[in-house]
């Protein structure tokens, strides 16, 4: 068989994801971004210059966000819908399950991590 490989965007790319289209973060730039064949991209999500921590799942971009006083865990809606802030804290990383949406929070408490499930209601 052949494969075929097309140029979705230029340099500076990174952490690519790609469950409900494909979606990346730029090491210059902040936020979360989709990326569709023939199209510029579009960002979908703000963050923080050069996002490292961000996932896509079940409809939604969750990003972690340390610009404030505290990490927030925010989550934005793929199609309509307002960003909601779903978690604050001491966060250093994150996963979702993409079975169910349940969030498991890596948190860092007096440099110890633990990990907790947030099970967050849908609306």
Not at 2 to 30: C, I, K, M
Not at 61 to 80: E, I, N
């Amino acid at each position: 068989s052949e494969s075929r490989q097309s140029l979705l965007a230029d340099v500076n790319w990174r952490d690519a994801q790609a469950p409900e289209g494909v979606f990346a973060s730029r090491a210059d730039a902040p936020g979360v971004w989709r990326l569709d064949p023939g199209r510029p991209p579009v960002m979908i999500a703000p963050g923080p210059q050069g996002t490292r921590f961000w996932r896509v799942s079940r409809g939604s971009v969750y990003v972690l966000d340390d610009r404030g006083s505290q990490t927030a865990l925010v989550r934005h809606p793929l199609t309509r819908g307002s960003s909601e802030t779903v978690a604050r804290g001491e966060i250093s990383d994150f996963a979702v399950d993409p079975r169910n949406g349940d969030l498991l929070l890596v948190r860092t408490l007096q440099r110890r991590q633990s990990i907790g499930l947030l099970q967050v209601s849908r609306r």
